[in-house]
């Protein structure tokens, strides 16, 4: 049973803040990690791209393999003294945890990725949000309004 407000309206349910639902922990690479070892976790991890952290675990920037490949191995460094911390892409696209799904779906949209770092206010890493968990919460929301 829903509850109603004074005037017998249903009583509109808060919005789901991402600290609900995103996954944890955060799998991050850490900004000493060498390229080669990079390379290697996202292949074992079957992921693209990674958020990089620092020592604090706070989000400094992110990295993709190609990304790496491309300016690395491009350019004739050796990936296995390179760290990723000098590959960055620092102009990260990232979300807080007390934002809602509509938030970073917007975000997403504008931005054309398919997932989201998600950080705590003091930017430390708390998970990932993707396009499929915005999807599936909206799915869940339209099910407990059809209840």
Do not use: W
């Not at 989000?59 to 960055?88: A, C, M, W, Y």
């Not at 206010?121 to 599936?136: A, I, N, P, Q």
């Amino acid at each position: 049973m829903k509850n109603t407000s004074p005037v017998n309206q249903p009583e509109a349910s808060a919005p789901r803040t991402l600290k609900d639902l995103v996954q944890r922990p955060a799998k991050t690479l850490r900004s000493e990690t060498s390229v080669q070892e990079a390379c290697d976790q996202l292949r074992s991890e079957k992921i693209t791209s990674s958020p990089v952290t620092d020592q604090y675990g706070q989000l400094i920037g992110t990295v993709s393999e190609s990304e790496l490949n491309r300016k690395v191995g491009g350019f004739g460094h050796d990936p296995k003294i390179e760290v990723t911390q000098t590959q960055l892409n620092q102009k990260t696209v990232s979300c807080f945890e007390d934002e809602t799904f509509a938030e970073a779906e917007r975000l997403m949209h504008l931005s054309n990725l398919s997932q989201l770092p998600v950080l705590t206010r003091e930017k430390r890493m708390v998970g990932m949000v993707t396009l499929e968990d915005v999807s599936r919460e909206q799915k869940a929301m339209i099910q407990s309004k059809i209840s």
